[in-house]
C-alpha cells in the first residue's frame, strides 16, 4: 500500500490509490462545489477523505477479538502462496527404534519416517463496507470523522469466521478444522462416572476427572513412546468454571488448582468454542447444549507450529477505495486453509467433557 507523508504531519497519511479512485469519481465534483464544504479544489476534497480512509483502516488492522481464540489458541503460519489454490504437505508417524550395540556393530536399526501425502485447498473470505456522498458531506460539514465502526464490522467478520474454519474446518469447501472428523486426530473414550454413568466432568468428582486427565497423557505416551509431549489442555470455558469453583473434599484446593500444581508442564485454558452449546465451531455441540445432548470437547496438544498449525496465506487485507453508484466501497478479504496438521499423535480430542 503506498502512502503520501507530509513530513511535518505524518498524522495525516493517506493512501494514494484511495485518493486516486476518489479523484476518478464525481464525488470530489460534487463535495468542493458547495461552498459550505470549504475544499479549495477537487483534489483537496479527494486528499481529505482518502486520510479519513487510511484512519479507518488502520484501526481495523489494529482491533482484535479476545472471543476468537483458535489464533491464540494454536500457532499460525502464513507459509502457502496466498495466490495458491491448494498445497501439499505430508502427515508423518515415526518408524523404529535404537538398541543396544556392540563394538563394530554392522546391524544398526533403521529409524525413518512414514509420511503420507495430502492436499489442502485455499478458500477466499471477503465482505466490504463503504460510504456514501451525503456521509462524507456530513463528516466534512460537521467536523466529524467517518463512523469506523463500519470497518470494525468487516474485520469482525472475516475474523469470526476464519475462526470457525479453524475449529471445525468446512467439507464441502475441503478445509480441515481442528475439530473436524476426517483429520486423524485420534479421538480419547472418556469412562462414565460411576454414580451419574455420564462422561461430562461436570458431573463427575474430582478423583474421576483426574483419572481421565491421566488417561489421555498415559495414551498419548503410550501411542507414540514418549515422543509427543504435549503442554497444552483446551477445555470448554463452562467446564473451566466449575473446575476453578469446586473444591476438593475436605479441602480448599481446587480441582482445576490441583491439576495445575501437579501438571505444571500442562497448560490449562479455558475456550468457549469448545463447550457444549458453541455449535459454530465445535461439530458435537447443540443449540441447547448438554441438556440438548450437545457435548463438550476437551483437546490435549503440543503448541508446536511443526506439528500442527493454523494456516492463513493471506491476513486480513482492505483494498483501496472503488467508486459506485454515489458511494465509496472499501473491499475486504483474507485466504484461509484451516489446519495444517503435520503429526495428528501430537494432539487428542476427548468428547464428552
Known sequence: MKKRYDAEKPSEAYDIADARALMASNIPAM????????????????????????????????KRYPEFTALQMFP????????????????????????????????????????????????????????????????????KSLDARRADSARYHIDRLTNTLIWMGDKSHKLLGVLSEDNDIPVY?????????????????????????????????????GVEKPDRLGIPSDVYISLSLRRIEGTNVSVLKYLQDNLPGLKIVECHELNANSIETNPYAKSGGA??????????YKYDADKLAAEIPLPFLQHPAQYKNLEVEIMCESRVAGVVIYYPMSAMIAVGI
Open 31 to 62: 463535495l468542493s462545489g458547495s461552498p459550505a464544504m470549504r475544499f479549495d479544489s477537487e483534489e483537496d476534497a479527494s486528499v481529505f477523505f482518502a486520510r479519513e480512509l487510511d484512519h479507518i483502516k488502520g484501526k481495523a488492522y489494529d
Open 76 to 143: 499460525v503460519t502464513h507459509e502457502v502462496p496466498e495466490g495458491a489454490e491448494s498445497f501439499t504437505y505430508y502427515g508423518y508417524e515415526r518408524t523404529g527404534m535404537a538398541k543396544i550395540i556392540t563394538n563394530y556393530a554392522t546391524d544398526l536399526p533403521r529409524v525413518d519416517i512414514r509420511g503420507e501425502q495430502k492436499t489442502g485447498y485455499v478458500k477466499g473470505v471477503g465482505d466490504s463496507y463503504g460510504y456514501n456522498v451525503q456521509e462524507m458531506r456530513a463528516s466534512r460539514m460537521v467536523g
Open 189 to 225: 473414550a472418556l469412562t462414565a462416572g460411576a454414580s451419574t454413568k455420564k462422561t461430562s466432568w461436570a458431573e463427575k468428582d474430582a478423583d474421576e476427572i483426574v483419572d481421565d486427565v491421566k488417561g489421555m497423557l498415559t495414551q498419548m505416551e503410550s501411542s507414540t513412546h
Open 291 to 300: 441438556a440438548a445432548g450437545g457435548q463438550g470437547v476437551g483437546i490435549l
